[in-house]
């Protein structure tokens, strides 16, 4: 893994006990680390040049704030609603990408 400072946006880095993440925000949000100790889970791109490159080469990207399809746009969440757009073909739901 290269300098934090070379990928757009830089890296955030999550981390509890031995487990670590690392995600770019600034390339789709994508985790281009996930090690649990000395173990890594995921094959890590070399540069943000690779990932962009190759996107389903390497990493995990995060599907925020959902993976596909919303039903009316909306979503409740520890009892407060959110709005998104809707931006699906036919106008009545929010989907992801």
């Known amino acids: 893994m290269t300098d934090s400072n070379c990928w757009p946006g830089g890296l955030v880095r ?31 791109p070399v540069s943000p040049a690779d ?18 399809r919303l039903p009316d746009a909306r979503y409740t969440f520890r009892g407060r609603e959110y709005r998104l757009p809707a931006n699906a073909p036919d106008g009545q739901a929010f989907m992801h990408g």
Not at 21 to 26: D, I, M, N, S, T
Not at 27 to 37: D, E, L, T, W, Y
Not at 51 to 68: E, I, K, M, T, Y
């Open 14 to 44: 999550l981390s509890s006990g031995i487990t670590e993440a690392l995600v770019a925000p600034g390339i789709g949000a994508n985790c281009v680390r996930f090690r649990i100790g000395r173990t890594d889970v995921l094959e890590q």
């Open 51 to 68: 990932l962009q490159s190759r996107p389903a080469w390497a990493g995990c990207p995060v599907l925020f704030p959902l993976p596909g």
